[in-house]
């Protein structure tokens, strides 16, 4: 892919999702999943099919997004809460620079909650975050307060209601209908305000807009007409490997968050209902966004990326949520649409990584990208070899080496390894980890593994060998300690 020539600043619309997998969406061959408007996106631009998230969680997923840095420069290499945030290049900041309106509505993850980030103006839903919800949080940090969803729905419900009334928590497989009505769902939310902002902005400015949603993260609570269109239909079960864990399952299985998702087989299949519901309400408002956009006259000089923070694993291998090196989790969509010169419906199967839209979007805005980020702009032919990424966690932290072709896994409690071809087992049915013929790939990438760590403070390495046991962090040590 050559540079390609901007003749002048276009708009910019950044729809962002959480949770949700690169695969989940008809263009990218899923069996059950409906999202015509995402697949329409995806037929006017470039859809990238290997794009990862070098940290599959939402913190630090976010955190490559609008620092365009590896999770070792911007440190957070798991998930911690109330960390601050304090960073001297951000997305939305390069973007005001160079002259955007910028606006961003729904989930930003940060701390403060209400940290800009380099933003005009922030509407914020995070979703339900436990850690700005106990007793102890200050009056302004306390999520009824700081965050504009939840405290728009309260005028619209009265002040004993809350986005808990479904009964379903937030990590949770279990999954229902949405109680109220449509319009009072967080996803249609974000949609109105979004459009909302477009009759508003300054009209003699560029202007950046970043939708972003909450789902299909869990609670799994689209409304009633998106269940219906799963309900009654047969879908594919999920993925199993020849090396998944029946024993973690089965001890796991009965808790409502467990990372193993339930071991009972039809509360899954009403997961998979619930969350591919979720892709299909998403996708519908992404549709109705786009409709006002082209009502605001703006559509055909706006450029659109749509990506996610990190995927969902729904059972696939006996597993459910994300922070694993699995495809379900770190594997995510990304399109790039309305770009001049880009080729219409193509594809490219270059490595991306949620740090490579920072630099994307400031090249889009006619800025100059920073020196000091890691991430590179999709308006090349840039390529890497292999992506580095990793997320801590007790047994579950691990490490992972993936490249176009396969992947590498250690995992740094146990030692662990694993190996998957990914060219020929796209699933990762079967752990190649023991396979002679491929032992001097495996030692080639575990190579790798051990010279992105090297110096690492974890002492994961002592640049020879890769060293199990050692203590794990979330946050490296030169962020500040948690408020």
């Given at each position: 892919m050559q540079k390609q020539s901007i003749p002048r600043k276009p708009n910019i619309l950044l729809i962002m999702t959480d949770q949700m997998r690169g695969d989940c969406m008809g263009i990218a061959g899923h069996p059950n999943v409906k999202t015509p408007y995402l697949d329409h996106l995806a037929s006017t631009g470039v859809l990238y099919t290997n794009a990862y998230t070098a940290c599959p969680s939402c913190i630090p997923a976010r955190c490559a997004l609008h620092t365009g840095l590896k999770q070792e420069n911007h440190g957070r290499v798991g998930y911690q809460d109330r960390v601050a945030w304090d960073y001297p290049v951000t997305m939305a900041g390069e973007l005001s620079k160079n002259g955007y309106y910028t606006q961003c509505v729904g989930k930003m993850h940060v701390h403060p909650l209400r940290n800009l980030m380099g933003f005009h103006n922030i509407e914020l839903h995070d979703g339900y975050l436990h850690a700005y919800r106990n007793g102890n949080v200050p009056y302004a940090e306390n999520q009824k307060i700081a965050d504009d969803y939840f405290y728009w729905l309260k005028t619209q419900l009265g002040i004993d209601r809350d986005v808990t009334d479904c009964g379903l928590e937030c990590n949770s497989f279990t999954a229902r209908p949405w109680m109220y009505e449509e319009r009072l769902h967080p996803t249609n939310w974000v949609t109105d305000r979004s459009i909302d902002f477009l009759r508003r902005r300054d009209r003699s400015m560029p202007f950046f807009l970043m939708a972003s949603y909450l789902r299909p993260h869990p609670p799994f609570d689209a409304p009633e007409a998106f269940f219906d269109l799963y309900r009654h239909r047969e879908l594919t079960p999920p993925a199993i490997g020849d090396w998944a864990d029946r024993e973690r399952l089965q001890r796991l299985g009965r808790l409502t968050d467990a990372d193993t998702g339930s071991v009972d087989p039809e509360l899954m299949r009403q997961a998979r209902i619930g969350?591919?519901?979720?892709?299909?309400?998403?996708?519908?408002?992404?549709?109705?966004?786009?409709?006002?956009?082209?009502?605001?006259?703006?559509?055909?000089?706006?450029?659109?990326?749509?990506?996610?923070?990190?995927?969902?694993?729904?059972?696939?291998?006996y597993t459910f949520r994300k922070t694993r090196p699995y495809q379900g989790s770190i594997h995510i969509p990304l399109i790039l649409s309305g770009v001049p010169g880009m080729e219409r419906g193509s594809r490219c199967s270059r490595l991306a990584e949620l740090r490579d839209i920072l630099p994307t979007l400031t090249e889009l805005a006619g800025g100059e990208i920073p020196e000091s980020i890691d991430?590179?702009?999709?308006?090349?032919?840039?390529?890497?070899e292999y992506l580095h990424g990793e997320h801590s966690g007790g047994d579950l932290g691990n490490q992972y080496i993936v490249t176009e072709h396969d992947k590498y896994c250690w995992f740094m409690e146990s030692g662990r390894e694993q190996y998957f071809r990914l060219d020929s087992d796209p699933q990762e049915l079967h752990d190649a980890i023991g396979d002679p013929e491929c032992r001097e790939r495996i030692e080639y990438l575990r190579g790798i593994l051990i010279k992105e760590l090297a110096g690492r403070e974890e002492g994961y390495t002592d640049g020879v060998r890769l060293i199990p046991g050692r203590p794990q962090r979330s946050c490296l040590s030169f962020l500040p300690p948690r408020s």
């Open positions: 969350y591919y519901a979720c892709i299909s309400h998403l996708d519908n408002q992404i549709g109705r966004l786009l409709d006002a956009l082209k009502d605001d006259g703006r559509y055909q000089d706006t450029v659109i990326l749509f990506t996610s923070d990190h995927g969902e694993l729904l059972g696939d291998h991430g590179m702009s999709l308006l090349h032919d840039n390529s890497r």
